[in-house]
């Protein structure tokens, strides 16, 4: 499929759903004008379900809202689905119906071709958190990690893609001494799963672990990447020792890197997203990204057409 975009869109963002008097619920006009603007670029879309608010979940809340967005918004040929409520990486039981049934509806009316979600931990026993944590690597997590995949790829209407998880440094820590690729990749192959590589947090996981300039692309052998269907790439940076997966649509050299890396070593990939942009109202991305995606879009159109 080429490139696409992956859209984060919370509820009163700036870049997501807005409310007024006259037409309730309603996606910002911003984010059309960026979709209409940039239509040429992309060959997919996906976007990130965000929860209007704690009460039980039920997908028709979810209708008018999306309907209005996915009439008003460009066809693209293809769309998928970014969930944060899986929990893939819990280790205590975790209720999953409600999610699993309200995710089934979705992909059901606007035919999302794919689930994606991190391998992580979005909540502790029912106690929400303000990033999401990456599993457990030891034994016993790497059981409930390949456990938790195989319930929901086998309940879930679309594929569920699994995505390396982020290890940034002050909102991460780490648990077990399993290597992290090495985990990944045994969750994959043991659930069989499509895989979601996301460049960031590949680097933010050799970087965590002291890996700097040539070695932060050290290891990708290591990777499940026969099994990658689609690869991240959202805006990072470095401030002092620390790496910072900001998502604020400025690619470093460093995700470019890996990126063409990476490539020809996964003869299964599908997609390439450049995730969670940032643009102005008139839908222009802001001036620090062009570089960066400029960059990426020539990578995507060299590797789509080999």
């Known amino acids: 499929m080429g ?4 859209l984060d869109l919370p509820w009163g963002a700036p870049i997501g759903f807005g409310f007024s ?3 309730g619920d309603q996606i910002a006009a911003k984010v059309l004008n960026f979709l209409d603007l940039h239509q040429p670029d992309f060959n997919y879309w996906f976007i990130s379900w965000q929860p209007r608010g704690r009460n039980q979940l039920d997908a028709s809340e979810y209708f008018a809202v999306y309907d209005d967005l996915f009439e008003r918004a460009p066809d693209f040929p293809v769309r998928g689905l970014h969930q944060t409520s899986f929990n893939l990486g819990a280790l205590e039981p975790y209720k999953r ?7 089934n509806d979705l992909i059901e009316r606007y035919d999302f071709k ?3 979600e991190d391998l992580g931990l979005w909540s502790i026993h029912g106690r929400s958190l303000p990033y999401p944590l990456p599993p457990y690597l030891t034994d016993a997590g790497l059981a409930a990690a390949v456990r938790n995949c195989t319930e929901v790829q086998a309940r879930l209407a679309a594929p569920l893609l699994v995505e390396f998880p982020g290890f940034s440094d002050g909102t991460s820590f780490v648990i077990g001494d ?3 690729y090495d985990f990944f990749r045994e969750v994959i192959q043991q659930s069989g799963s499509p895989a979601t590589l996301d460049i960031g947090h590949l680097l933010s996981y050799q970087w965590l672990r002291g890996r700097r300039g040539e070695d932060l692309y050290g290891e990708l052998e290591l990777l499940p990447t026969e099994h990658c269907f689609e690869i991240h790439l959202s805006g990072c940076e470095t401030s002092g020792d620390r790496f910072l997966d900001y998502h604020h649509g400025i690619l470093m050299n460093e995700q470019l890197v890996l990126l063409e890396r990476l490539l020809p070593l996964c003869p299964n990939l599908k997609a390439i997203t450049y995730e969670d942009p940032k643009f102005d109202s008139r839908g222009k991305l802001v001036d620090q990204s062009y570089p960066g995606f400029e960059r990426l879009r020539a990578v995507a159109e060299r590797w789509r057409l080999q």
């Not at 490139?3 to 992956?6: D, K, S």
């Open 178 to 180: 399993w290597h992290g």
């Open 114 to 116: 794919w689930v994606n």
């Open 21 to 23: 008097q006259e037409t």
């Open 3 to 6: 490139l696409g975009v992956g």
């Open 97 to 103: 119906d409600s999610i699993i049934d309200f995710t």
